[in-house]
């Protein structure tokens, strides 16, 4: 009887770990396509698109984010809605967050900042 009693909890234990793994990798909800949608709704919107950047900040201490994804999908909006000036600071701001997410110090370089510029120049031309 004891030896049952083994089994069950230990494939207890196993089943919570695997539970807490698969909540853990519960980030597929906040992919790049879900964040940057109202705005392909509605190109227009400037206060969405000034928020997005702190609201990715405030979440990225409870989730991951995929910033080269976000980063290359406002790039795409920003190239099909040109004359919209916030996309461009959305942009702007989200090449410093995918830019600086490849530091250990998170912060972006003077070299940084001339590719996100680049970037940017390209989609508008």
Not at 2 to 13: D, G, M, Q, S
Not at 83 to 88: E, T
């Given at each position: 009887?004891?030896?049952?009693?083994?089994?069950?909890?230990?494939?207890?234990?196993v089943?919570?770990?695997?539970?807490?793994?698969?909540?853990?990798?519960?980030?597929?909800?906040?992919r790049a396509e879900n964040i940057l949608d109202p705005l392909y709704k509605n190109p227009s919107d400037?206060?969405?698109?000034?928020?997005?950047?702190?609201?990715?900040?405030?979440g990225k201490s409870y989730h991951r984010y995929d910033y080269a994804q976000i980063y290359n999908i406002a790039l795409e909006l920003l190239e099909?809605?040109?004359?919209?000036?916030?996309?461009?600071?959305?942009?702007?701001?989200?090449?410093?967050?995918y830019y600086g997410s490849l530091r250990n110090d998170q912060k972006t370089t003077i070299h940084d900042e001339q590719a996100i510029q680049n970037d940017i120049q390209m989609r508008l031309k």
């Open positions: 009887m004891t030896i049952i009693w083994f089994w069950i909890i230990l494939v207890l234990i089943l919570a770990f695997l539970q807490s793994y698969l909540a853990a990798k519960k980030i597929d909800s906040y400037s206060e969405y698109a000034r928020i997005i950047p702190s609201l990715l900040m405030a099909s809605n040109s004359y919209h000036i916030h996309l461009k600071t959305l942009c702007l701001n989200l090449g410093r967050l």
